[in-house]
């Protein structure tokens, strides 16, 4: 079985499992849906998903931290790092930057690889490569999209970097692989 490191060290510590139908991580219960129902759904009220997706990608980093501390004291085994995320990262924090990417790589919405980073402007600039939202919107219709599609990708990276810079900070897509750009581009703050 393939899985990316933090689900593995997840699994390893019983915070990740699939089974009698219920999907635990961290505590909380997650629902897999197919990528065509994410985009339907995100058509119905783009502005609202973004704001759910904001909301949520906040509560989900924030649940993890804090369950990542209060674990890491009952068993002394935890990913430090997540825990570390608490805290302010700087540029220089190779291993706490790697963690963020790896945690919102779960998500399955494509692999984030943050370009930029600035703590003090509360500004960022982050690429998705592979976007699932990007892929499901141009096989659905069969084209180039004018504009960028990833409306709950930004959502999700606008509430986890509103908790990393400890400000609320919107995000928007700034180049997306729909438009027939090779990868998406997102500026938050
Ligand atoms: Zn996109």
Redesign the pocket.
Request: aromatic share 8%; hydrophobic share 45%; net charge positive.
């Given at each position: 079985m393939a899985l990316s490191g933090i689900l593995k060290k997840l699994l390893f510590v019983r915070q990740f499992d699939i089974d009698e139908g219920k999907i635990n991580l961290l505590g909380n219960r997650e629902i897999m849906l197919h990528a065509s129902a994410i985009l339907e759904l995100q058509e119905m009220d783009e502005s609202k998903l973004y704001d759910l997706a904001k909301k949520s990608g906040f509560k989900n980093l924030a649940g993890a931290v804090e369950h990542a501390q209060v674990y890491s004291r009952m068993k002394g085994v935890f990913v430090d790092e997540i825990a570390a995320l608490g805290k302010k990262i700087g540029e220089t924090d190779q291993g706490t930057i790697k963690t963020l990417q790896e945690i919102f790589n779960v998500y399955g919405l494509g692999e984030m690889v943050i370009q930029e980073i600035d703590n003090k402007a509360n500004q960022a600039l982050v690429a998705?490569k592979d976007?699932t939202?990007?892929g499901e919107w141009v096989r659905k219709n069969k084209r180039k999209s004018k504009s960028?599609?990833?409306t709950i990708?930004a959502g999700v990276l606008a509430g986890v970097f509103s908790y990393i810079f400890g400000k609320e900070v919107d995000c928007a897509?700034i180049?997306?692989?729909?438009q027939g750009n090779s990868f998406?581009l997102f500026k938050i703050g």
């Amino acid at each position: 079985m393939a899985l990316s490191g933090i689900l593995k060290k997840l699994l390893f510590v019983r915070q990740f499992d699939i089974d009698e139908g219920k999907i635990n991580l961290l505590g909380n219960r997650e629902i897999m849906l197919h990528a065509s129902a994410i985009l339907e759904l995100q058509e119905m009220d783009e502005s609202k998903l973004y704001d759910l997706a904001k909301k949520s990608g906040f509560k989900n980093l924030a649940g993890a931290v804090e369950h990542a501390q209060v674990y890491s004291r009952m068993k002394g085994v935890f990913v430090d790092e997540i825990a570390a995320l608490g805290k302010k990262i700087g540029e220089t924090d190779q291993g706490t930057i790697k963690t963020l990417q790896e945690i919102f790589n779960v998500y399955g919405l494509g692999e984030m690889v943050i370009q930029e980073i600035d703590n003090k402007a509360n500004q960022a600039l982050v690429a998705i490569k592979d976007s699932t939202i990007a892929g499901e919107w141009v096989r659905k219709n069969k084209r180039k999209s004018k504009s960028a599609v990833c409306t709950i990708t930004a959502g999700v990276l606008a509430g986890v970097f509103s908790y990393i810079f400890g400000k609320e900070v919107d995000c928007a897509e700034i180049k997306c692989k729909a438009q027939g750009n090779s990868f998406c581009l997102f500026k938050i703050g």
